[in-house]
Nanobody, 126 residues
Framework: QVQLVESGGGLVEPGGSLTLSCVVS????????IGWFRQAPGKEREAISC????????FYSDSVKGRFTISRDNAKSTVYLQMTNLRVADTATYYC???????????????????WGQGTQVTVSS
């Protein structure tokens, strides 16, 4: 059974940093892209980043590009999202997700993820 568990959220002041972790079990992370998404109250879910296993490429939405960095440690079956220069607008519940399909890719994960973590709350406030 595929499971994703996020951690690392919390309360941080504007300009601060946090690193989120997504521990994946039930699959060999080496062969799956992992995406990060977020949803703020009253807003639609937003795809913000994805790390592809095949070539190590990364996708970032315009809203986080230059401030967030995605990475993975396959040995630890963990994907990280390092967030810097946080803004009040970054306040949301953050989720990691993947598509459980052979040969999946970031473009598919960003649209078709079918396995999700429970989310971790990030609050940016002074």
């Amino acid at each position: 059974q595929v499971q994703l568990v996020e951690s690392g959220g919390g309360l941080v002041e504007p300009g601060g940093s946090l690193t989120l972790s997504c521990v994946v079990s039930g699959i060999t992370l080496d062969y799956f892209p992992i995406g990060w998404f977020r949803q703020a109250p009253g807003k639609e879910r937003e795809a913000i980043s994805c790390h592809d296993y095949s070539d190590g490429s990364a996708f970032y939405s315009d809203s986080v590009k230059g401030r967030f960095t995605i990475s993975r440690d396959n040995a630890k079956s963990t994907v990280y999202l390092q967030m810097t220069n946080l803004r009040v607008a970054d306040t949301a519940t953050y989720y990691c997700a993947t598509e459980w399909a052979r040969g999946s890719s970031c473009p598919r994960v960003l649209r078709l993820s079918d396995h999700w973590g429970q989310g971790t709350q990030v609050t940016v406030s002074s």
